[in-house]
């Protein structure tokens, strides 16, 4: 069984920057696309980076220039770097994985780490 497990949230100050981490119990040439979600209360989960293999880096427009998104290809690890945050980030970012494989699609989520942005 695949496990994801996210680290690094917090709280920080506005303008500040943050570091998330995800750590992926299985090799990383078994995934199609990686990456990071963030849900605020009352919204809908949205992406905020991904990496699809054989691809590269995905952001939607709402999330350029402040996110970057990296991967540990030896620690089985990928990594969110979040610069000049702003309130409106607070969510809980959930770190994602999917597999293609005979059967179908397979997703797989962590359990999320919180990020307050507040002063």
């Known amino acids: 069984q695949v496990q994801l497990v996210e680290s690094g949230g917090g709280l920080v100050q506005p303008g500040g920057s943050l570091r998330l981490s995800c750590a992926v119990s299985?090799?990383?040439?078994?995934?199609?696309?990686m990456g990071w979600y963030r849900q605020a209360p009352g919204k809908q989960r949205e992406l905020v980076a991904s990496?699809?293999?054989?691809?590269?880096?995905n952001y939607p427009d709402s999330m350029k220039g402040r996110f970057t998104i990296s991967s540990d290809n030896v620690k089985n690890r990928i990594h969110l770097d979040m610069y000049s945050l702003k309130p409106e980030d607070t969510a809980v970012y959930y770190c994602?994985?999917?597999?293609?494989?005979?059967?179908?699609?397979?997703?797989?989520w962590g359990r999320g780490t919180q990020v307050t942005v507040s002063s």
């Open positions: 994602h994985a999917d597999q293609l494989l005979s059967g179908g699609r397979y997703d797989y």
């Open positions: 990496i699809t293999s054989g691809v590269g880096t």
């Open positions: 299985a090799s990383f040439d078994s995934f199609n696309t």
